[in-house]
């Protein structure tokens, strides 16, 4: 019996915890509504400057690391085919269609340490600065070989401080 209330407690706790949870991740994915639908790669693309796999890591608010983007197939890290095309880049994110950013709204590319839940090795990850409709945003990006992410990327807009 006196093992009873404690318990009660934790499970009462835990359950308020994760709905708290619940309800700001719902709160934030009504306040990103509004952005844009992710473009499909066009039909026709040039050859790929490079493809390889890795990891799909997050979207966040441009220079906030820690505001991550949860709509449009954007909120969760996953394996991702990344194609460097002369016309943008192509995320294939596992579990999503395919994504398209043109270069058009390729605004810069980086290194990073880390984002919202993921700490790597000095300038392990990858950033891509692009406009999302009218939000500038970074998606965080994973190789094996991040030096020929960065060198393919950089055609399609100039490198910026590693962050």
């Not at 306040?31 to 990891?55: C, E, H, I, K, N």
């Not at 590319?109 to 692009?130: H, K």
């Amino acid at each position: 019996m006196d093992r009873v209330t404690p318990t009660i407690v934790i499970v009462v706790f835990l359950l308020l915890v994760f709905t708290g949870l619940a309800l700001g991740w719902r709160a934030r994915r009504r306040r990103q509504a509004g952005l844009p639908a992710l473009a499909s790669p066009p039909a026709a693309l040039g050859a790929a400057l490079l493809s390889v796999d890795g990891f799909y890591v997050a979207t966040t608010i441009a220079e906030a690391p820690t505001d991550r983007v949860a709509v449009r197939g954007l909120g969760f890290r996953s394996r991702a085919g990344i194609t460097v095309v002369p016309e943008g880049v192509v995320l294939a994110i596992a579990g999503q269609p395919d994504a398209f950013i043109p270069k058009a709204s390729v605004v810069g590319v980086g290194r990073a340490t880390w984002t919202i839940d993921r700490v790597v090795g000095r300038d392990g990850l990858v950033v891509v600065t692009w406009t999302l409709g009218a939000t500038a945003v970074d998606t965080y990006l994973k190789t094996e070989d991040p030096d020929a992410l960065v060198g393919a990327l950089a055609t399609l807009a100039p490198t910026k401080e590693t962050s």
